[in-house]
Every structure is written in structure tokens, then in C-alpha cells.
């Protein structure tokens, strides 16, 4: 019952990760029977002589219309040995209660791997895992063997004692010892192992696919594209590879790749609910959030219970600032996926947005309860604590993100903001330097520094830094306002007026005041 359970296990987990790409009813009833019968004897040989070991042994190519010859002779071989057995329950083995041994022992063997071997699992024809419980009943007619001859009831005429039987059996005790050693090492993780399957079949797409998505999650964005693009060289048309490699793309920034990824993918499988998702997220990627969310909706409809599509929908209604539906898709997320603390933090970033802070803290508690280590909803917390006055709290949740995600520009620059607002200016221009060491390129890092700059009096300094500021983003009407500032304290009121109507221009109503006092 425990063989036909893993049996059934490893059918749906394959084809659970592998939708639409099974190679498993590729075959006619005819070929079915020669794969069972070589699936048996490649166990019994590996059973005897464990050689050209593979996490997977894959299904065999018959686009020519037949298979290769060892899996026909494999069905002939197979009751050779089926009829050895019988012919040498001679009355010898009878009397040593061998003939019952052999039987039930071959027997149990031959059910309970055939039971995992009806259906190929996924793209794999035999693997060595799949035979831990039918391998028992091997190990039952060999050690009811050893037994026999330990106790002289059973005497072979090619060993001269019962010494060089146990001498045979230790030296296979300790090779097999070795080769599981080494195994050891092979599994070691996703990226080990499959290196190794590849290198037996390095021309199975699968093998790179796999690898692909082991290196996809480690965040190994270059190599795993590279893999996805071996896989898709062997098989074009692989939908699920298509929707893994613009998942890469986007990732990598390369929008455009990733949406002729997503289109072929759509094209391949108009049905197929993740390839409209992740087209929805390459558009909004690029900015266009309306043809997004008719993605997000289209791949909803496909799959009512996608948690995901929900999520990433939130995020463009946030995009546009549709708050109410925002929230209406994370809750609905949630529902789906009550364990996903990104969720709970992406809700707690939108009550936080209409000012409902009490309900955002909630939900950032949530996620952190989940997710302990999620770096980012201690920033977001933080700054909601800071918001309801609660600086402690909001401290607290700072550090704890910094200690988590020591190279985090946000968390510095939020606990910089912090420090400013409690007069500890020293330890903001220090969080301030570590946040523009880690991230040059961050417009806000110097706008902040620029206005630590400003508290001590260094206003060229400030100034410096609000141009370094503008040139990252000139958009920000609040540099613009601060630096006019600084150059009002040094007597450019010319300059400083210049500032301030860019600032007013932008929409920063302080910065008219500021004109109608000082530019006329």
C-alpha cells in the first residue's frame, strides 16, 4: 500500500509541475507494455550491478514510429527470468523453504513496481528512488539465501565454502556503501543534481528546465535564462518553459523579451490563466496599467481561485490609485492564500494609503507573524508606528529590518527620516551615508542628506546634494522647494525663486507662499 501511495504521489506531483507538457500518453498501448516490461529488468539489473545512476531516466523518443531495440527485447527477457525462477524451485529449494521465498519475494517485487510504473510519472520512465519498497522483496530472497547457506541447508556447487558467499556479499556491502556516499553528494541541491542529469542527457529539454526553475528562485536570473533558452532550443513550443524564461526577463529588466515570451506562450495556449498573468505584469512593468489589469481579469475568469492574478491586480488598482478595488483583490487573495505574508503587507500598504493606519499595522503584524524575516514589512510597519506617534515601535521595526536586510536603502533612509524627526542628526547622516554607499543612484537618499545638511548649517553642502538629488529625478517639487531654501540662507534670492516656482509649478502649494514673500 506505502509503493502505490509514493507511486500515485510522484504521478500527480509531476504533473502538477508539468500542466499540458506530459509525455506520458505519447504512447500506444503496445509501447506501454515493452516500457513496463524494460522499466522491470533495467530494476532488476540495477538491483544487481547499480551502474549510469540518474535521478531521471526519461521516456524514450519514437517520432520514428518505433522504440529502440533493448525496450522489445526487454518483454521476451523478462519471462526468461520469470520462467528461471519457476524452473529452479526445484525440490532442493523446497526443502530449504526457498521455492516460497523466491515466489513471493519476485512477486512482491514485480506488483508493487508495476504500480508505479502503468503511468510514467511526468517525462521519466524509471528512476531509482521509485524502488525503495519493491527493492524489499529482492533483499528478502537474498538475505533468505545468505540464511540458508550460514545454516548449511543449502549447499552451491561454484563456492567452495560458505566464507567466500559472505566475503561476495561484504565487498557488495561496502561498493554499495561508496556509490550511496557519492549519491549523497549528487543530491545535494536542485542545482547539483540536475548538472549531473543533464550531463547524462544533454539533450533532454527537461533536464535545463528544471535546472532553470532551481536557478530562477535562487535569484540566479543570467544562468537560469540561460538554461530556459537550451530547454526551449530542444522543444520550441514548451508553454511552461515560455512562462518561466519571461519571468526571468522581467526580472532582468527586459521587458520586451518577456512580452514575446508571453505572447507565444498565449498563442501556443490561449487557455492558460499564468501566461496572462505574467503578460499583465510585463505591462505593468512598462507603465501601461489599464492593459494590465485586462490581463489580471482574463487570467481571473480562466482560474476563479488564482490567488496571484488577485495580487498583482491590487497592485495595478494601487497603480492607479483605485484604493477600494485594491483592497477588494487582496482581501480576495487572501482568502485563497491565508498563509502568503506578502499579501497581508500588500493590504497593509493600501489601508496605510487612505489613512486607515490601525488596520495597515494589523496586517503588517500578520505578515510578520508568518514571515518573520520579511525585511520589508518591518519598513512599512515602521513607518505606520512613526505615523500614530509610536517612535519606539517604530525604531524597533527599523533595526529589526536592517538586521534582517543589512543592504536595504529604504530601512536607512527611513530610520535617517527617524532620527531627524527625534534631533539624533548625527546618527541620521551616518544612516543617510550608508544608504547612498549601498544605492549611488537614489534620488531620495541625497534629498535627505541635503536636508541633514541644512540642519547643521552646511547649506552648500545641502545644495550639492539637492543637484545630485535632481539630476537622479527632477521631479520632486520637495527638493526643489528645500534647495531654494538653502539658496535664500545664502542670499540667492534669485536662485531661490527659480527653485520655488519650479517647485509651485509641480504642484507644492508652501513654495507659492515662499514667492509671494521673497520674489516680489
Given at each position: ?438 544605492s549611488p543612484d537614489n534620488a531620495e537618499a541625497y534629498s535627505y542628506r541635503g536636508i541633514i545638511k541644512m540642519a547643521i548649517q552646511d547649506y552648500e553642502g545641502s545644495i550639492e546634494d539637492f543637484n545630485f538629488s535632481l539630476k537622479l529625478n527632477p521631479n520632486d517639487n520637495r527638493v526643489y522647494y528645500n534647495r531654494g531654501i538653502s539658496r535664500l540662507i545664502l542670499k540667492d534670492t ?27
Amino acid at each position: 500500500m506505502l509503493s502505490i501511495l509514493f507511486g500515485i504521489l510522484a504521478i500527480l506531483s509531476q504533473q502538477l509541475a508539468e500542466p499540458s507538457n506530459s509525455l506520458s500518453f505519447s504512447y500506444s498501448l503496445i509501447e506501454r507494455i515493452f516500457l513496463l516490461s524494460y522499466s522491470i529488468v533495467f530494476y532488476i539489473i540495477q538491483f544487481i550491478a547499480p551502474f549510469n545512476l540518474s535521478a531521471m531516466h526519461y521516456l524514450p523518443d519514437n517520432n520514428g514510429g518505433f522504440l529502440a531495440w533493448q525496450y522489445y527485447a526487454s518483454l521476451p527477457f523478462l519471462l526468461f527470468i520469470i520462467w528461471l525462477i519457476f524452473r529452479n524451485t526445484s525440490s532442493k529449494y523446497r526443502q530449504t523453504g526457498l521455492q516460497k521465498v523466491m515466489v513471493s519475494g519476485f512477486f512482491f517485487f514485480l506488483i508493487t513496481i508495476s504500480v508505479m510504473l502503468y503511468v510514467p510519472a511526468g517525462f521519466t520512465l524509471t528512476a531509482e528512488r521509485y524502488t525503495y519498497i519493491p527493492y524489499i522483496g529482492l533483499f528478502y530472497i537474498a538475505g533468505q539465501w545468505i540464511s540458508n547457506i550460514r545454516e548449511k541447508q543449502l549447499r552451491l556447487a561454484f563456492f567452495t565454502s560458505k566464507n567466500a558467499v559472505f566475503a561476495m556479499f561484504s565487498v557488495i556491502i561496502i561498493v554499495f556503501s561508496c556509490l550511496t556516499w557519492v549519491r549523497i553528494g549528487v543530491w545535494k541541491n536542485g542545482d547539483v543534481l540536475f548538472t549531473e542529469v543533464i550531463k547524462k542527457n544533454p539533450y533532454i529539454f527537461h533536464g535545463y528546465m528544471v535546472r532553470g526553475n532551481v536557478k530562477r528562485s535562487n535569484g540566479d536570473y543570467q544562468d537560469a535564462l540561460k538554461d530556459y533558452n537550451k530547454a526551449l532550443e530542444y522543444k520550441p513550443g514548451l508553454v511552461l518553459c515560455l512562462i518561466n524564461r519571461g519571468i526571468v526577463k522581467i526580472n532582468l529588466n527586459d521587458y520586451k523579451g518577456a512580452m514575446q515570451d508571453c505572447n507565444k506562450a498565449i498563442a501556443l495556449k490561449p487557455d492558460f490563466a499564468e501566461a496572462y498573468n505574467n503578460r499583465g505584469y510585463v505591462y505593468y512593468g512598462l507603465g501601461d496599467i489599464k492593459s494590465a489589469i485586462l490581463d489580471y481579469n482574463k487570467a481571473i475568469l480562466l482560474k476563479p481561485e488564482f490567488a496571484d492574478a488577485y495580487n498583482n491586480r491590487g497592485l495595478a488598482y494601487e497603480g492607479l490609485s483605485n484604493m477600494k478595488s485594491a483592497i477588494f483583490d487582496y482581501s480576495q487573495s487572501i482568502l485563497l492564500e491565508p498563509n502568503i505574508a506578502k499579501l497581508y503587507n500588500n493590504r497593509g500598504n493600501a489601508y496605510f494609503k487612505t489613512g486607515n493606519v490601525k488596520s495597515a499595522i494589523i496586517d503588517y503584524d500578520k505578515a510578520i507573524l508568518l514571515e518573520p524575516e520579511f525585511a520589508e514589512t518591518y519598513i512599512n510597519r515602521g513607518i505606520a508606528n512613526e505615523g500614530l506617534g509610536n517612535l519606539k515601535s517604530a525604531m524597533f521595526d527599523y533595526n529589526k529590518a536592517i538586521q534582517l536586510n543589512p543592504k536595504s536603502t529604504k530601512a536607512y533612509n527611513s530610520r535617517c527620516l527617524l532620527k531627524i524627526n527625534t534631533k539624533d542628526i548625527s546618527g541620521a547622516l551616518n544612516d543617510i551615508n550608508i544608504a547612498i554607499t549601498l544605492s549611488p543612484d537614489n534620488a531620495e537618499a541625497y534629498s535627505y542628506r541635503g536636508i541633514i545638511k541644512m540642519a547643521i548649517q552646511d547649506y552648500e553642502g545641502s545644495i550639492e546634494d539637492f543637484n545630485f538629488s535632481l539630476k537622479l529625478n527632477p521631479n520632486d517639487n520637495r527638493v526643489y522647494y528645500n534647495r531654494g531654501i538653502s539658496r535664500l540662507i545664502l542670499k540667492d534670492t534669485n536662485g531661490a525663486c527659480d527653485d520655488w516656482k519650479k517647485s509651485m509649478e509641480q504642484g507644492n502649494d508652501a513654495a507659492s507662499q515662499m514667492i509671494r514673500q521673497y520674489c516680489y
